[in-house]
């Protein structure tokens, strides 16, 4: 089992560009979740879904949409990119939103 | 006061020794705990789940003190490989969520 995968796994962006993470999970979880970590910091949750066709606002949403494409599937999109969102973004799972999650190893975003 | 709080170290250690470190938190309903570890620009990996007053895993121990609104991880025997930074998380119903602390750094040296 390949767990969590993300793609891409390093990106630069041009500020205003928009760029679609992708995140799969093959763990038949139903919860998924995006999150950020800066040098320094916490990981900080964007956004999430408790299961398919649900999501819901994290910590940090503001210039972030998601998508529950299907159970394996959550995508995070950045519609017009700013500096002040170059970190690590980091996709996890779980069977449900109070048990273990699991991460993918990570984006790297760059926003010039 | 943070939900989580955690001491950022880095706590050195020397291989073989014996480490311990806490994570306070301040919502008293939290009903599981979690830690992870985090290695440096790596996902972070769950290294063991608390769901009562502690759980134990080989070198890992873990301790809740719910009067306290704490939880440690001692780590017996530290391996070079112990390097990393270590995460709390407690989980609360309201809202649903986890919540990661800052991590605690520790570095084992020979």
């Known amino acids: 089992n390949a767990g969590v995968t993300q793609t891409p796994k390093f990106q630069v962006l041009k500020t205003g560009q928009s760029m679609t993470l992708q995140c799969a999970q093959d763990?038949?979880?139903?919860?998924m979740y995006w999150y950020r970590q800066d040098p320094g910091m916490g990981l900080r949750l964007i956004y999430y879904s408790a299961s398919e066709g649900t999501t819901d606002k994290g910590e940090v949403p503001n210039g972030y949409n998601v998508s529950r494409l299907n159970k394996r599937e959550f995508s995070l999109r950045l519609e017009s990119a700013a500096p002040s969102q170059t970190s690590v973004y980091f996709c996890?799972?779980?069977?449900?939103?109070?048990?273990?999650?699991?991460f993918g190893p990570g984006t790297r975003l760059t926003v010039t | 006061r943070k939900e989580v709080e955690q001491d950022p170290g880095p706590f050195n250690v020397p291989e073989g020794a014996t480490v311990a470190f806490n994570c306070t938190y301040s919502?008293?309903?939290?009903?599981?705990f979690f830690w992870y570890r985090q290695d440096c620009r790596k996902e972070p990996k769950l290294l063991m789940s608390v769901y009562s007053s502690g759980n134990e895993d080989g070198r890992f121990t873990a301790q809740l003190n719910r009067a306290s609104q704490y939880i440690s991880l001692l780590i017996r025997d530290s391996k070079l490989s112990d390097s990393a930074t270590y995460l709390c998380?407690?989980?609360?119903?309201?809202?649903?969520?986890?919540?990661f602390g800052g991590g605690t750094r520790v570095l084992v040296k020979p």
């Open positions: 763990m038949n979880h139903n919860s």
């Open positions: 919502n008293s309903a939290s009903q599981s």
């Open positions: 998380v407690p989980f609360k119903a309201a809202g649903n969520k986890l919540t």
């Open positions: 996890a799972s779980s069977e449900g939103t109070k048990y273990e999650q699991y």
